[in-house]
């Protein structure tokens, strides 16, 4: 019998974050080929990753949002008529545009993050970012883009996606049902080193990921150090380092080597994520594999995750910069040591051969 031919369809490899990691993770599971909008210099190297599969970039590497968006929607469905090669096709993210050119017999998954919040339910958040002059030329796009990623959704055979919370969205905004899948940890890579003391935060730089408010609470505990990983793309580098600037408890750090994060992580005392109505949030998994509790936000998807005063302390979903302060003086070296035997338990249900299993049998 003939080996089926997979392939997984990711919109863009910019940034070193939880899609991006989830994409090598899915490769692990079922060997195959991965297709991007494009591929960063400010991402994984895949190949250092390990991965041994076919690399497809549909697109050139851009960086200007709107026509990013614009130029890979149109790279999408005329530039990817190579799908007509595999028997099964995974969409993650916004690339669902490429169903079109699948062949009418191949399967057609789609993991869902989440639909697009710029549609949904953060539309309101990127509008107020737009210049008032552009806002109506944005809401005339968001319409256009809402129908066909709408249209497009019909095409799928079956719809995954990272979490309850993510499963609750889809079924308010789009009226679809779906299959939870949560994402893995690799638990061989994440583990505990040694205890410097550190808080650390290694989201991406980006409004709703709120790390100024973190390094705005750390501003004022000088007596506690902060540790904050950024990449290369991330969009709000500039005013992370104009708040941290004169802070000397305050470290910005940038990795050449990805191999570094699971240094820091696991030198940790705790790892700080509170972004607004995250998915899922694979960085506390990842936080709680290295034994290290997490500061977190009592909303989205990390409620899935979470046994609080356990292996967490969670603040309010409003994440004033008082209640980061309480939980960072909650969260003492005595404390967060206590918490880790239960953080590499809880880190355990969320393992890579579960994930596997799973996914290969919904592929199959």
């Known amino acids: 019998m003939k080996k089926s031919k997979i392939l997984i369809l990711h919109d863009t490899f910019l940034y070193k974050g939880g899609w991006e990691r989830l994409i090598l993770m899915m490769w692990k599971a079922l060997g195959a080929d991965i297709a991007s909008g494009f591929f960063s210099a400010g991402s994984f190297d895949l190949r250092k990753e390990g991965f ?7 697109s050139s590497e851009i960086f200007a949002k ?80 809402k129908f066909l990623y709408e249209r497009d959704l019909k095409n799928m055979d079956l719809i995954l996606t990272n979490s309850e919370n993510t499963k609750s969205r889809i079924k308010k905004y789009l009226w679809y049902d779906s299959v939870v899948l949560y994402p893995p940890v690799d638990t061989n890579r994440f583990v505990s080193l040694e205890q410097k003391w550190y808080f650390l935060s290694f989201a991406r730089l980006a409004d709703a990921k709120r790390v100024d408010k973190i390094v705005e609470a750390f501003t004022i505990i000088w007596d506690e150090e902060l540790i904050v990983i950024y990449w ?52 506390p998994v990842e936080s709680m594999s290295a034994w290290k509790p997490v500061l977190g936000v009592n909303d989205g998807g990390l409620k899935e995750t979470i046994i609080h005063l356990k292996t967490w302390y969670l603040i ?49």
């Open 52 to 58: 041994t599969g076919k690399i497809i970039p549909v």
């Open 66 to 145: 709107g026509f990013r968006h614009i130029k890979l929607k149109w790279n999408f469905l005329f530039s990817t008529g190579f799908i007509k090669e595999y028997d099964t096709v995974l969409f993650s993210g916004d690339s669902i545009s490429a169903v079109r050119n699948c062949k009418k017999e191949t399967k057609k998954i789609y993991y869902c993050h989440t639909p697009p919040r710029y549609i949904y339910d953060l539309h309101n958040l990127y509008l107020k970012k737009v210049r008032w002059y552009l806002r109506p030329l944005f809401k005339m796009a968001c319409s256009i883009f």
């Open 232 to 283: 290369k793309n991330d969009p709000q580098r500039e005013k992370i380092f104009n708040l941290a600037q004169w802070h000397s408890n305050i470290k910005l750090v940038t990795l050449e080597d990805n191999d570094l994060l699971y240094d820091f992580i696991g030198n940790a005392r705790a790892t700080i994520y509170i972004p607004i109505d995250e998915d899922f949030g694979m960085s």
């Open 316 to 364: 309010d979903p409003e994440c004033k910069v008082e209640d980061i302060i309480s939980a960072v003086r909650y969260l003492s070296p005595e404390e967060s040591t206590s918490m880790q035997w239960a953080c590499e338990a809880r880190a355990k249900e969320f393992g890579l051969e579960s994930f596997k299993k799973q996914l290969r049998g919904h592929v199959k």
